[in-house]
């Protein structure tokens, strides 16, 4: 009992002592805020915020260098951008120079004869000198030029009708002395023509050729219809150079009618 009793006094003293009671020492009330107050101490979280963030600036970094090199650096020509233009361009300035180098062609000497019976006579016994030209048809005779000659002859007639006759001359260097003849339709030609680079533009006999745009093709004598069944028809060309006259008999307009062609070419000194 005696120990109870003294237990009971010592704590009825603590109780009654406070902190004023010694010198020095200040009361404070401890922190009573709630655990969710507390700071997040979740080490995964914050290296997951740490790394998020780091990803950001070096994002932003990116982005300024980006914009500063799109203004720096000047637009590029994608490849091939401008290659047809260049070509084209490089072509016309090729042909203009080849326009301008080849010398003016002279017009050539042109004649009739009545000796229509004697000519057609005459030529009846020569080889591959009476053909027919049929209807629609274009007939080509290839004549190089030779250094022993100086310049080109033609005489021709036909039976009943008139043809269509020009003269055009090609500055290709000659590959073959040989004279040549080649018979086709008027859209043949045309397409034979193209691909040789030398495209002839027939145009309308009665009014005569087109213009030549090849730059290895000059017009000697604009192709129109010639009264061929009325006289002799006959010319001569010196020669401007190197090259292959191109002799059209055009019956490319007729839709019904043949027609029977004599005719004969030669050079002369």
């Known amino acids: 009992m005696e120990g109870l009793e003294a237990t009971s006094e010592?704590?009825?003293?603590?109780?009654?002592?406070?902190?004023?009671?010694?010198?020095?020492?200040?009361?404070?009330?401890?922190?009573?805020?709630?655990?969710?107050?507390?700071?997040?101490?979740?080490?995964?979280?914050?290296?997951?915020?740490?790394?998020?963030?780091?990803?950001?600036?070096?994002?932003k970094e990116d982005s300024v260098q980006h914009s500063e090199s799109n203004e720096e650096a000047p637009a590029e020509r994608a490849p091939g951008e401008g290659d047809e233009e260049n070509n084209s361009a490089g072509s016309c300035q090729l042909s203009a120079e080849m326009k301008a180098q080849m010398p003016p062609l002279k017009p050539p000497t042109t004649w009739t004869s009545a000796a229509l019976k004697e000519l057609k006579a005459k030529l009846r016994t020569e080889d591959d000198s009476v053909v027919t030209v049929y209807r629609g048809d274009i007939m080509t005779v290839h004549v190089p030029t030779v250094p022993e000659a100086k310049k080109v002859c033609w005489e021709f007639a036909t039976d009943g009708y008139d043809i269509g006759f020009g003269i055009y001359f090609d500055w290709s260097p000659v590959t073959s002395r040989s004279i040549t003849v080649h018979i086709s339709e008027s859209s043949d030609d045309e397409e034979e023509e193209e691909e040789l680079e030398a495209p002839v533009g027939n145009g309308d006999?009665?009014?005569?050729?087109?213009?030549?745009?090849?730059?290895?093709?000059?017009?000697?004598?604009?192709?129109?219809?010639?009264?061929?069944?009325?006289?002799?028809?006959?010319?001569?060309?010196?020669?401007?150079?190197?090259?292959?006259?191109?002799?059209?008999?055009?019956?490319?307009?007729?839709?019904?009618?043949?027609?029977?062609?004599?005719?004969?070419?030669?050079?002369?000194?």
């Open 205 to 269: 006999v009665e009014k005569g050729s087109k213009t030549q745009t090849n730059s290895n093709l000059a017009e000697v004598l604009p192709v129109y219809r010639q009264d061929s069944h009325v006289s002799v028809q006959g010319g001569s060309h010196d020669f401007p150079g190197e090259g292959t006259y191109l002799l059209k008999f055009d019956n490319s307009y007729s839709l019904w009618r043949n027609k029977t062609l004599y005719y004969r070419v030669y050079y002369s000194a």
């Open 10 to 59: 010592l704590q009825s003293r603590l109780s009654s002592l406070s902190f004023s009671s010694f010198p020095g020492v200040t009361s404070k009330q401890s922190d009573t805020r709630p655990l969710d107050r507390l700071q997040n101490t979740d080490l995964s979280q914050s290296c997951t915020e740490s790394k998020n963030q780091a990803e950001m600036d070096e994002n």
